[in-house]
């Protein structure tokens, strides 16, 4: 199932989806979702790391140790 949404671009960024998918022979709609899949995930990842920054019971492991568990 899919939804409709609606958004107002400035010019230029509109511009540069057009060429995005001009260049990739793709819809624009398929352009927007990708882009909006990879910031979400982005935005998961960095709330996460947030969320980790402030917990004061999550370890915090120097970058020897790092490269000593990894077999670096």
């Known amino acids: 199932m899919t939804t409709a949404i609606s958004i107002r671009l400035p010019q230029p960024l509109a511009d540069q989806l057009e060429n995005i998918a001009k260049e990739t022979e793709r819809p ?3 352009i927007i979702q990708k882009a909006l899949e990879s910031y979400i995930e982005d935005y998961a990842d960095l709330q ?3 969320d980790r920054l402030h917990d004061k ?5 120097s970058g020897k140790d790092l490269r000593k568990s990894l077999g670096l």
């Open 28 to 30: 624009r709609s398929f």
């Open 48 to 50: 996460v790391a947030l």
């Open 57 to 61: 019971t999550d370890p915090v492991i």
